[in-house]
């Protein structure tokens, strides 16, 4: 449609019909997507630099359709709003209880399974009860969970969410702050939320080498973290000097290409079988 007096104002935009064409299929896939058994778990080792020992691994979810690998950047947010992500959560978290419970039996023990949690799948009056009764469903001690939560979910409701995290507390599982330092929230939760984990974003870590700042602010949350008894792990390590700069600021935990990308199942074991890291 054209406003009228010309054709200075076109409403009509090829570009725009046709992104909003794809959101709609992209929508309507996902609809779908559990029951048509297209997504994959993908689990990323991390490991204690100490033991040298894979202690745990990050879930991360894949979604195969049509023949393409579509990446979570571009499912996840619509996945979310479209109110979706309650019940990709819970499949996500119930598959992976079942991998884990599996591994262990098999002889291949991990300390800890991380799970990411999308901010508004904390808004479920039941989270908390749901991700208890999934866990004990596997007969997988809930300790071995770890929650991961970026900081902008600290501030949607704090008081209630300080009550979930205080209530996973009692449970024994985990709650991680992924992606730390890149929200835009101040730093005065960290006293106020139970948290176990923090997480240092890969931006902070990707010039490690050449970037004085970057390690003024690694040393900082490893600071932070000792005064307020909070384990630090570092995402994105591709290379050895990283590496080797990580363990001199006293960071032991780490996660990224260097050991290796995220791993489906199989490829996992092997991974865990052939380093002899577990
Ligand atoms: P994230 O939670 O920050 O996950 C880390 C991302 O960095 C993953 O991307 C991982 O594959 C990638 N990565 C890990 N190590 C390296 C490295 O050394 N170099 C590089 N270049 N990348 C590395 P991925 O799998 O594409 O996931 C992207 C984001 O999608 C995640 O970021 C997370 O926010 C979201 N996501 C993935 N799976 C889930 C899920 O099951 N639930 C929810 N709510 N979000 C998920
Ligand atoms: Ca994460
Ligand atoms: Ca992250
Ligand atoms: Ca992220």
């Known amino acids: 449609a054209k406003a009228s007096g010309g054709n200075r ?70 996945a979310e709003e479209m109110g979706m992500i309650t019940e990709i959560g819970y499949w996500t978290l119930k598959k992976c209880c079942q991998t884990l419970s599996s591994w262990s039996r098999m002889g291949l ?86 948290i176990n984990v923090l997480k240092i974003d890969k931006s902070f870590i990707d010039n490690l080498e050449y970037d004085e700042r970057d390690r003024a602010i690694v040393r900082g949350i490893v600071r932070i973290g000792e005064i307020m008894d909070m384990a630090i792990i570092a995402e994105g390590v591709e290379n050895k000097e990283q590496l080797r700069i990580l363990q001199d600021l006293g960071v032991n935990y780490i996660q990224g290409y260097i050991f290796s990308p995220p791993l489906y199942e199989e490829e996992f074991q092997a991974f865990c079988t052939s380093h002899n890291l577990t």
């Open 109 to 194: 023990k991990l300390e800890k399974i991380s799970v990411n949690v999308s901010a508004s799948q904390c808004r479920d009056a039941n989270f908390y009860e749901n991700v208890l009764k999934i866990i004990a469903e596997s007969k997988l001690d809930p300790r071995k969970v770890m929650l991961e939560i970026t900081e902008g979910a600290l501030m949607e409701d704090k008081e209630k969410i300080k009550d979930l995290f205080k209530r996973f507390k009692t449970s024994g599982i985990g709650i991680a702050i992924d992606d730390f330092g890149t929200g835009y929230s101040s730093l005065a939760y960290l006293k106020d939320f139970p």
């Open 9 to 78: 104002f076109t409403f009509y935009d090829e570009g725009f019909e046709k992104a909003y064409r794809t959101r709609l299929r992209l929508e309507n896939a996902l609809l779908f997507a559990i029951e048509r058994e297209e997504f994959r778990l993908a689990f990323q080792p991390q490991v204690d630099l100490t033991s040298v020992k894979v202690f745990g691994a990050e879930v991360l979810l894949r979604w195969h359709h049509n023949g393409v690998d579509i990446p979570p950047s571009e499912f996840i947010p619509v």
